[in-house]
């Protein structure tokens, strides 16, 4: 069996190979036809124009499926080991998913409203994206704290909140640059600018800008990897359960089988021996 077929790994593994793809696969497309920068243009570029467009939204939304995935069987994993009596370690885990489900909606937000067409709602997907993803990587921070030793090493700990502390920093320097960049050139075209010649204006609080979101951008994927080991210790399985022993709106009366096969066995036997 290889590495990555043990337990559920595979869904955090799609989240970093198939998000890693996206960016990529539409960088390429972008570059190669002079529609962006090849020096880091903002991500949300490369799903402005056709037709790296179409593969950035369809790519971003597979991206969100693997997400919510792998963050409903993040919250299962926890509340089997955690278990319900302690009630804060168990808040926090309800409160990881419902950050985490809003984190994966905001990403398909981005993929399919364009920067350049409308510009708010690209933004309020960029923040429950980012913002109300930062929350989610806290949450299972804070989690892992209280998981370790007992669970996992303190060094998974470590790890996780080196990864929070990056994230941070990129929120904060993202935040910084873009005030800076949208202070000095009009908001309309700072929206709409796709190509930026070095040394004009906002040039500098663009890169910084454009590097900070890159940069966290990794920062979730990074957090997404440090799951693969623990998800290779769980499975989920689905069981049907038949409410009846057939398909129809109704248990009797009405539909013609039922009828037929109520009214038969309801009809006297022939006597033994007639004809």
């Known amino acids: 069996m290889w590495w990555f077929q043990k337990g559920l790994c595979i869904l955090p593994v799609g989240v970093v190979v198939w998000m890693t793809t996206t960016f990529v696969v539409s960088y390429i497309i972008a570059v190669v036809l002079g529609h962006v920068d090849p020096l880091v243009p903002y991500i949300s570029d490369l799903g402005t124009t056709a037709p790296e467009r179409c593969v950035f939204g369809i790519m971003m939304n597979v991206s969100a499926f693997f997400g919510i995935a792998t963050i409903f069987v993040r919250y299962k994993l926890l509340k089997v080991i955690t ?3 302690k009630l804060i370690l168990h ?5 990881g998913l419902v950050f985490g489900c809003i984190s994966c909606f905001g990403m398909c937000v981005v993929g399919n409203f364009q ?3 409308m510009f708010s709602v690209h933004i309020v997907g960029a923040v429950l994206t980012f913002g109300v993803g930062a929350l989610y990587i806290l949450v299972q921070t804070l989690l892992s704290f ?9 060094t998974v700990y470590l790890v996780r909140l ?5 994230t941070l920093s990129s929120i904060i320097a993202l935040f910084v640059s873009s005030v800076i960049m949208y202070s000095s050139l009009p908001s309309l075209d700072a929206a709409l600018k796709l190509h930026w010649v070095p040394g004009e ?12 979101e890159w940069s966290l951008s990794f920062s979730f ?3 997404f990897f440090t799951y693969i080991r623990d998800f290779q210790k769980i499975n989920l399985r689905t069981e049907a359960v ?3 022993n057939h398909l129809y709106e109704q248990l009797d009366g009405d539909s013609g089988v039922s009828s037929h096969s109520q009214r038969a066995s309801e009809s006297p036997l022939p006597p033994a021996g007639g004809t």
Not at 91 to 95: A, I, Q
Not at 201 to 212: E, L, V
């Open 91 to 95: 808040k926090l885990n309800g409160l």
């Open 83 to 85: 278990g319900e009596n």
């Open 221 to 223: 994927i990074g957090f």
């Open 162 to 166: 080196g990864i929070s502390v990056w």
């Open 115 to 117: 920067r350049t067409t």
């Open 146 to 154: 209280n998981m370790q030793p007992h669970i996992h090493s303190k």
């Open 201 to 212: 204006t906002a040039y500098t609080a663009h890169i910084f800008s454009t590097i900070s």
């Open 242 to 244: 038949l409410q009846s």
